[in-house]
């Protein structure tokens, strides 16, 4: 048995899985919120958007069972367990460090992502407008930059969507929302993806703790099964 201030660790160990199960609801949390934001935007969010949330849904639920793993290691005072477990945190410390840096880099790109697939979408308006209408009501704007953008598509009608709940609209920009979708649109995707970057790395950074602490104590066994 580990003796004196190994103990402590021991204890700690044990708290940090606790942290770690929070972690990672925290994770997962957060990554089906930003899902479940992007899902009627679709057409507007290219796929690498959303899939840096999935990366922190998957290690959410990794970290479940990585926690668990390393209380079975730290109960059972097995050396072999608790190394494996601060590997397997080592992993997911990468992980997440990788799903943070994602979001921030697409957090710079999101604009040109957006603008095209605004672009090419208003094309097809007539065959399918739900989306159009779903971000002009949500949003409060119209057109990709303003109305003036619905005049050469659409047979130069701008759709009712664009027209405040009170007020009067002719079809022809009179009466409609005076902003355009871009920018609206694009500053509300980045803080979705602003919130993934800085939940994946400040939460990583919590795991080195963990680390340290599983790395300790896996040594303090050596020690102990090598004076047996």
């Known amino acids: 048995m580990v003796e004196g201030g190994m103990k402590c660790v021991k204890l700690l160990l044990f708290a940090f899985n606790f942290i770690f199960v ?11 919120y930003i899902q479940v934001q992007f899902k009627d935007y679709l057409n507007f969010v290219e796929g690498q958007f959303s899939s840096a949330a999935a990366l922190l849904i998957a290690v959410g639920v990794i970290i479940f069972f990585i926690a668990a793993f390393g209380c079975c290691g730290a109960w059972k005072e ?17 992980l997440e460090i990788a799903g943070g840096i994602a979001g921030y880099v697409l957090h710079d790109k999101v604009e040109d992502g957006v603008k095209t697939l605004m672009n090419d979408s208003m094309k097809r308006y007539d065959a399918d407008p739900t989306i159009w209408d779903l971000v002009q009501k949500d949003f409060k704007c119209c057109g990709t930059n303003s109305s003036e953008d619905w005049k050469n598509v659409n047979n130069g009608t701008v759709p009712a969507s664009c027209c405040p709940p009170d007020g009067t609209c002719d079809g022809k920009g009179s009466g409609v929302y005076s902003v355009g979708c871009l920018d609206a ?8 993806i602003f919130i993934v970057g800085g939940v994946g790395i ?20 050596k020690k102990e099964y090598e004076v047996v």
């Open 202 to 221: 400040g939460l990583a950074f919590v795991q080195i703790v963990g680390i340290l602490f599983a790395c300790c104590f896996g040594r303090a066994l």
């Open 78 to 94: 097995n050396y072999v367990c608790v190394m494996i477990f601060s590997v397997l945190l080592g992993i997911v410390f990468i």
């Open 22 to 32: 929070v972690v990672g609801c925290v994770l997962i949390g957060v990554g089906t």
């Open 185 to 192: 649109f694009v500053d509300w995707v980045k803080d979705k």
